[in-house]
């Protein structure tokens, strides 16, 4: 059985959703026999950047092509489908990326198309490329005949070096929005004859992160679910603001296992929640103000982990484990040198307050003096900036069950 993915992948320029730009504006070049020999599509995975090579690849092979699409009914149009054609050549960029795998291309470009009217080198996740290997494909680029074609596919075009880039036509490639998105699943949905409500329609769209094809894999597996609802609902679950909140205090005070173990119990994809807790981070309000009480520098340290930890995702075997050794060496690096930095400021303010005792209590530390207690809020960004919002103990008994943030507006108040 087919995959969605792969049966409700676009045909022709005009089935392309959210970049029908990238698609019109490439089929009137071919109408017009005006496109470039070199394309570069960049932009985010699931955006039909493949897609749209190959169908560019159909076109300009196709013998039944007219006003630019293809026919998809001749066998030129369906071995180029089934990746079997062989004058339509896809690389992989990342397992292909050395000198010796390009100048094999090279050589390979001064034959002419075997059955085809057009040779095509799609090459994917060409960002991989090391610079000597973007060298040995200069002169096959610049010196390419009008039968050949290169289609460079990337997500990171600013990687791709600017002797190469200035001689490719970049095309770039938007997130396709939730809403088409919604529309496209509603139509599989209804072509597959599946019953599907539009909410959760809704939640796959939101989870698919502006991606088609997550959209429609995640789709698929709601269908393969079909009659157990508990793992529907599994499927569906996304990651909460509380456990977003929760799994930050665990890292930032250091506590990995304790962090690991509230990221296997969402039962949500890590990629999922670390794209969760990136936006909770930057784009949040709430999740800005929450993160405002930690220290700056652990928080960039943090983002540096988890964009990293993201760009590198694919290329890991164990994604627990690596996490795991990732925010250790966090703690290690920045939690303890921050919690140090803390105990010596606590330790100067002890000097300066000459206590007969110290002891934690709940959200504060108590400094008894003389029988009378003063209770200084446990903030470390406060403490470490050398401010304490010191209480004396009356004042604690009168506001007795308030928030922690309840007292601090009313010794803001008090002055």
Not at 187 to 214: C, H, P, T, W
Not at 263 to 289: A, L, Q, R, Y
Not at 378 to 385: A, I, Q, Y
């Amino acid at each position: 059985m087919q995959p969605l993915s792969l049966k409700y992948r676009p045909q022709n320029f005009n089935d392309f959703v959210g970049n029908e730009a990238n698609a019109k504006i490439i089929k009137k070049a071919i109408q017009k026999n005006k496109l470039s020999v070199s394309l570069l599509f960049s932009g985010r995975r699931g955006t039909g950047k493949t897609s749209l090579a190959r169908v560019v690849a159909k076109s300009l092979n196709c013998p039944n092509q007219k006003d630019g699409e293809p026919c998809n009914e001749c066998q030129t149009c369906k071995a180029i489908d089934r990746s079997s054609f062989i004058d339509v050549v896809e690389i992989d960029g990342a397992s292909k990326s050395k000198v010796k795998h390009m100048r094999q291309l090279s050589k390979e470009t001064i034959f002419a198309p075997s059955t085809g009217k057009t040779k095509i080198y799609i090459i994917d996740e060409c960002h991989n490329i090391n610079k000597k290997a973007w060298n040995a494909l200069l002169k096959p680029i610049e010196e390419a005949k009008d039968n050949i074609r290169f289609i460079f596919c990337t997500t990171e075009h600013h990687s791709v070096p600017g002797t190469i880039k200035s001689r490719l036509n970049l095309y770039r490639f938007k997130e396709i929005s939730k809403q088409n998105i919604y529309k496209r699943l509603k139509y599989i949905s209804k072509q597959e004859d599946f019953n599907i409500n539009d909410d959760s329609l809704k939640v796959i769209a939101s989870k698919s992160r502006n991606s088609m094809r997550d959209a429609i894999n995640l789709l698929e597996q709601y269908m393969v679910a079909e009659g157990n609802s508990d793992l529907q609902k599994q499927l569906l679950r996304e990651i909460s603001s509380k456990e977003i909140k929760q799994l930050l205090v665990s890292i930032m005070k250091g506590k990995v296992n304790k962090a690991i173990k509230l990221i296997k119990g969402v039962h949500t994809p890590i990629d999922e929640i670390i794209n969760e807790i990136i936006d909770f981070i930057t784009i949040n309000d709430n999740g800005f103000k929450f993160i405002s009480k930690f220290d700056n520098k652990l928080i960039i340290a943090f983002l540096d982990l988890l964009l990293d930890f993201k760009s590198e995702l694919n290329y890991i075997d164990n994604v627990m484990v690596d996490l795991q050794a990732r925010l250790l060496q966090f703690k290690l690096q920045y939690v303890k040198s921050i919690s140090l930095n803390f105990k010596q400021a606590i330790n100067k303010l002890k000097n300066k307050l000459n206590p007969d005792t110290v002891y934690n209590q709940d959200d504060f530390y108590v400094f008894v003096r003389n029988g009378e207690r003063l209770y200084i809020v446990k903030d470390e960004k406060s403490v470490l900036k050398g401010k304490y919002l010191l209480f004396p103990s009356d004042v604690i008994k009168v506001l007795k069950g308030k928030s922690l943030k309840g007292l601090i507006k009313y010794k803001t108040k008090r002055g």
